[in-house]
């Protein structure tokens, strides 16, 4: 094969690359309604009247809301492609989050965080479609990594956001944002979004039919493998701030300036590692030696509190960056082994037991805290990741093409 030919099979087509920003900002208009309620503790603790478990539950209700319809939403995209699934899902976020602006009752607020959570759902595994559908082999990993960010994207839309509109203007107003920017994005996708090609089969009984969960362990594998690796990543982004306050005695605002690098640096790392699986040819492979380095980065935070100054923030910045890479490289993997039938519902599902797991860290490594303190408890999640590296498979699985 010449290497005129080469590129020419895997170059990406332009309007494969619209589709992708078009994903990543349908994402991130959902993200940041789900992440609006969170970014209203404080206002809704001082100056509301809200307990911080009542204001803390509020803000758990559009990711509960989530966990419930991730697998559903996939099955549709499955079913009637990404296109009208993305569309009306951003569209019912905007209807959620307009009834969110007109209650002052709060229960009814989280309900209607609730419902926008479940729609909001829907971008989340049939973005990830999108890439597979459009990039070949050898050029997901990148977009990938590109997509991933839509997350942290609209977690930084939300922090810049909304406490300065919920000061200024309001509750309702601060959600109104999100009615904005997910009705806008439902019509643009309504309009531009366009469904992959799906390439047909020969074969009598094509192998993307078949459920891959009955076939082999490969998915149950990387499942289990992402949520093990939840641990350290969101013990990262729960506890980081406080522990350079608490214990390597920061103020609060260099502190959380280090914390939004930690996170952007995170960011960028995603997409390098993408880079790096499509010219391994692999995602396994990298996805091993990065649970290999994320135990090993925990184990350094553990020991970083006898470290001079400026260290801990250097290790923390590593720790963070390490902690996120998994996340493009896994469902990557995921979507090429669950093949175009498939893909929907098992991205859902990688998304559901990472959220799972996510719920979790927050009592489970406080109570670790507050009982044996911090660097044993870095040392004790740092085992998450370990458990993680003999249950990565040895060989990737791909039926996408």
């Not at 206002?43 to 803390?56: I, K, P, R």
């Not at 956001?161 to 309001?170: D, E, S, Y």
């Not at 998994?326 to 098992?346: H, I, Y």
């Not at 044996?372 to 996408?400: H, K, Q």
Request: aromatic share 8%; proline share 6%.
């Amino acid at each position: 094969m010449t290497q005129a030919s080469r590129l020419e099979e895997t170059a990406v087509s332009p309007k494969a690359w619209t589709m992708l920003g078009i994903g990543v900002a349908a994402q991130a208009a959902g993200t940041v309604f789900v992440s609006t309620p969170a970014f209203l503790i404080p206002l809704l603790h001082s100056e509301h009247g809200l307990s911080l478990t009542q204001a803390g539950t509020l803000a758990a209700a559009p990711t509960f809301g989530m966990v419930l319809t991730l697998v559903a939403w996939g099955a549709m995209a499955d079913r009637f492609g990404e296109k009208w699934v993305i569309s009306i899902g951003l569209a019912l976020t905007a209807i959620a989050a307009l009834a969110a602006t007109t209650t002052d009752n709060y229960a009814l607020l989280g309900i209607a965080f609730l419902l926008g959570g479940m729609a909001a759902a829907s971008t989340n595994a049939a973005s990830g479609r999108v890439v597979v559908g459009w990039f070949p082999k050898d050029r997901r990993g990148l977009a990938m990594g590109i997509r991933q960010m839509s997350q942290p994207l609209g977690v930084t839309i939300a922090s810049l956001t909304i406490p300065t509109l919920a000061a200024n203007v309001g509750i309702g107003s601060a959600v109104g944002l999100s009615v904005a920017l997910n009705g806008v994005l439902a019509l643009i996708c309504a309009v531009a979004l366009v469904n992959p090609p799906r390439p047909a089969r020969s074969t009598d009984i094509p192998v993307e039919t078949i459920n891959p969960y009955l076939s082999n362990w490969f998915l149950w594998r990387i499942h289990l493998v992402s949520a093990l690796l939840v641990f350290p990543q969101f013990t990262l982004s729960t506890f980081g701030l406080v522990w350079l306050i608490s214990e390597q005695g920061w103020d609060a605002a260099p502190a959380g300036l280090l914390i939004g690098i930690s996170q952007f640096v995170g960011a960028l790392g995603r997409i390098v590692v993408g880079i790096w699986s499509d010219r391994a040819g692999s995602r396994v492979g990298p996805l091993r030696l990065v649970a290999v380095s994320a135990s090993a980065v925990m184990l350094a935070m553990a020991a970083a509190g006898a470290a001079p100054w400026g260290v801990p923030a250097l290790i923390l910045l590593l720790a963070t960056t390490v902690s996120v890479a998994d996340n493009g490289l896994a469902f990557t993997s995921v979507a090429e082994a669950a093949g175009p039938k498939w893909q929907g519902k098992a991205l859902g599902a990688q998304n559901t037991g990472q959220f799972i797991a996510a719920s979790a860290v927050g009592p489970v490594v406080g109570a670790l805290i507050g009982a044996v303190g911090y660097p044993l408890a870095f040392a004790i999640v740092a085992a998450f990741p370990a458990a993680a590296i003999p249950l990565v498979p040895s060989r990737d699985r791909d039926i996408s093409v």
